[in-house]
Each structure stands twice: as C-alpha cells, then as structure tokens.
C-alpha cells in the first residue's frame, strides 16, 4: 500500500482514538454530575463522531468489497487483534445499556448548552462510535496493507 494512504488511515485511528478518549473523559464527569473536558464545547463530539465515520466507511466498503454478507463482519474485523473486537462488542453493549439507564432516568436540568445530564445519554453513543471507526480503520491500515505486500 501507499506509504501516504497507510499514514492516513493510521492518522484517522489516531484522531477515533482521541475522539474516543475525550468521549470516555466526558462521560466519566457526567457521572459525577460534573461538566467534561470539554466544558461547553463538548457538542464538538457529535460532529466529530459523524466526521471520522466518513473515512471509516471508505475503509469499510473496501474491506467487504465481494465479500459475502455473513462474513463480511469478520472480513471488517480482520487485522484486529481479539481484544480490540472484544472492546468494540463491550463498547456497543454499554452504549445500549446507558441509553436504556438514561431514558429510565427522571430529567434533570442543568447549566450550559450540553449539561451533564445530556452528556450521559450521548457520551455512550460517542464511545461506541468513535471505537467503531478506530477499529475498522487500524483494521483497514493492516489488512490493505498486507494485500498490497503480498501482490508487490
């Protein structure tokens, strides 16, 4: 593979990561009923998410691309090591479970744009999201780049 492509697709899992990170950051604090790292700006995460899903998709097509349909999750899947799947299923399980919790949860306002209230029912959406472009794209970065190796 391209030097150039395999440093973006590494780049992209860089910045899901980060994402990530700050998601689980924002999260925490919004358990403790405290604002997150990213104060009133945290609203930047929705756009994050979507944004990093789009380079995530590009990879993704390419790594199912013929594939049939019953497999192509372990073709997405396929130049992580097991954790990282394991983390990902965990991830999207406590996504479901928190929104759940949350719309159990009696309303509570809060100060600023996003209080941490609100922050809770997204944060587990965040994570499982940008854990989601963050594997497929280290996945993608491996698995396109011993495609490449092999047919040199």
């Known amino acids: 593979m391209n030097r150039k492509i395999n440093f973006w697709l590494y780049g992209f899992a860089a910045l899901a990561a980060a994402g990530f990170v700050l998601s689980a950051a924002s999260h925490v604090a919004s358990l403790q009923s405290k604002p997150g790292p990213l104060g009133d700006r945290t609203w930047i ?3 994050g998410a979507m944004a990093i899903c789009i380079p995530a998709i590009l990879v993704a097509r390419r790594l199912v691309h013929g594939v049939p349909r019953g497999e192509q999750w ?15 299923y965990g991830f999207f399980a406590y996504a479901v479970v928190n929104f759940v919790i949350f719309m159990m949860t009696p309303a509570k306002s809060g100060q600023g744009f996003m209080p941490p209230a609100t922050v809770r029912g997204f944060s587990g959406h965040w994570m499982a999201i940008y854990a989601a472009a963050c594997v497929v794209l280290y996945s993608g970065a491996r698995v396109l780049n011993k495609a490449t190796r ?3």
């Open 74 to 88: 372990n073709a997405l899947l396929s130049g992580c090591p097991a954790w990282m799947k394991y983390a990902l």
């Open 150 to 152: 092999t047919v040199s």
């Open 45 to 47: 995460l929705h756009v």
